[in-house]
């Protein structure tokens, strides 16, 4: 059996809040820690452009969702972690996919749909301010997750609808053209529905009534305060029905905790008291991971180059992949036959180790790139067998293995760990292939 693939992106059209990190960063960062899973984690940019028309604002925030998710503890020396525009066979799979989907299925589309009927009320013509990219979203959406085959994506409830159309794209590709893609499975928490906003209504960029996920904890104090409670005093029991106070709470609190607090409202607590639980709840969680934030968001270079690794990971996987379905559909070289052909994989030139014996009678070995330049140097092994085994665990387990190794090796600056994190997993991929 082979292991499971989750996949899930962010929209990078605003500022992390909590319902984000609740519903979305907090399942995958927990998902990726599980053993036997493989996870893509991406950030959605070619979907912010159907939302945003502000440059600096799609920077901005790709920046922010890179930052909260590193930051919440994602390590992308274990998962796949991207940003889609950097994977060109994403909308390549787009057209190749809109190509075997329905007009009719998109245009049932709840988001297309919603548009359609706020005009079609408005008495306007029913495709006014609609664009081609609102209408094929979904579309953008199964490339998304057919690109890197994944079994299972965490979403939102109110993104069922889309992991469906993929599977519907994912049969009409394979009862043309064979089987390629495995049918995708949303995943979703049952714990947390959708987290309620300021006002009640689901927490969303779009009602303007969002926690940031990183506010200090003074913001936090004044946008918890601001929360819409109903006007009992305190004294007089509270219903933990419908309160969207209780429902972030639970979001964040232990079983035990939101037992607690379901009993003070029985007991008539205030809501400046049931208030102040809250920011002291939220602020637990998220005040360690404040300072690691701060320093991705001080420092770009850094989410850059992760992320620059991480697309060549994925497209490790996806150049290949892409390069066998053009083959499929039928984009072929003309001197090569009708069938469908097995198409050879592009040989990358990939770093090497060397193992070496000094003077001081230690035994060291190298890592040099195809050129010969050096990435990484070891510290001195007593023998050869330990030093051997060290490279084995590179090769093997890629970059992964640099924090294991951590001890024996010589450290190393951010680019040039850039660079070797790229030269282990091109190597660990080349070892995996049969
Ligand atoms: N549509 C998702 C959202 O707005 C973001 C997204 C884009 C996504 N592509 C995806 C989620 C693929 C899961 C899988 O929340």
Redesign the pocket.
């Given at each position: 059996m082979s292991t499971v693939r989750f996949?899930?992106?962010?929209?990078t059209s605003g500022t992390p809040h909590l319902g984000n990190y609740v519903g979305s960063i907090r399942p995958s960062v927990r998902a990726s820690k599980t053993q036997g899973v493989e996870s893509f984690y991406f950030l959605?940019d070619y979907?912010a452009l159907i939302k945003v028309d502000e440059p600096a604002r799609i920077q901005r925030s790709t920046l922010e969702i890179a930052a909260s998710w590193l930051a919440a503890g994602l390590d992308p020396a274990h998962v796949t972690f991207y940003r889609q525009s950097d994977v060109p066979e994403i909308p390549e799979l787009t057209w190749f996919l809109t190509c075997v989907t329905g007009k009719g299925v998109l245009n049932r589309a709840h988001a297309y749909k919603a548009s359609v009927d706020k005009n079609t009320a408005a008495g306007v013509d029913p495709d006014a301010d609609v664009t081609a990219g609102l209408f094929m979203y979904p579309v953008?959406?199964g490339a998304?997750?057919l690109m890197f085959n994944a079994h299972k994506?965490p979403?939102?409830r109110d993104?069922i609808q889309?992991i469906e159309m993929a599977r519907d794209m994912a049969a009409s590709f394979n009862h043309r053209y064979g089987e390629h893609f495995v049918p995708p499975q949303a995943e979703i928490e049952e714990s947390v529905a959708t987290l309620p906003g300021l006002d009640g209504r689901k927490m969303s960029k779009s009602y303007d009534n969002t926690i940031p996920l990183f506010s200090s904890r003074e913001q936090l104090k004044k946008l918890i305060a601001s929360i819409k409670t109903d006007s009992r005093a305190p004294g007089d029991p509270k219903d933990t029905e419908g309160s969207a106070l209780f429902q972030i709470y639970q979001a964040f609190a232990s079983e035990a905790e939101t037992a607690t607090l379901r009993q003070a409202y029985a007991d008539g607590i205030a809501w400046g008291d049931a208030k102040a639980l809250l920011l002291d709840r939220i602020d637990q969680e998220i005040a360690p991971m404040r300072a690691a934030y701060e320093d991705y968001m001080a420092h770009p270079e850094k989410v850059e180059a992760l992320l620059l690794a991480g697309a060549q990971k994925a497209r490790a996987i996806a150049t290949p992949f892409m390069g066998r379905l053009r083959a499929a559909v039928g984009l072929r070289k003309l001197n090569t036959g009708t069938e469908t052909q097995v198409v050879k994989t592009v040989k990358v030139a990939l770093a090497s180790f060397k193992q070496y014996r000094e003077k001081d009678g230690q035994f060291y070995f190298k890592l040099v790139d195809s050129t010969g330049a050096l990435l990484l140097q070891s510290k001195g092994f007593e023998s050869p067998k330990v030093a051997g085994q060290a490279i084995g665990q590179m090769q093997r387990d890629g970059a992964t293995a640099l924090t294991a190794l951590q001890a024996q090796l010589e450290p190393l600056s951010t680019t040039a760990h850039t660079a070797v994190v790229q030269a282990l997993t091109a190597l660990a991929l080349a070892a995996e292939k049969p």
């Open positions: 996949l899930t992106g962010i929209t959605a979907h953008l959406m998304d997750i994506v979403v939102g993104q889309h």
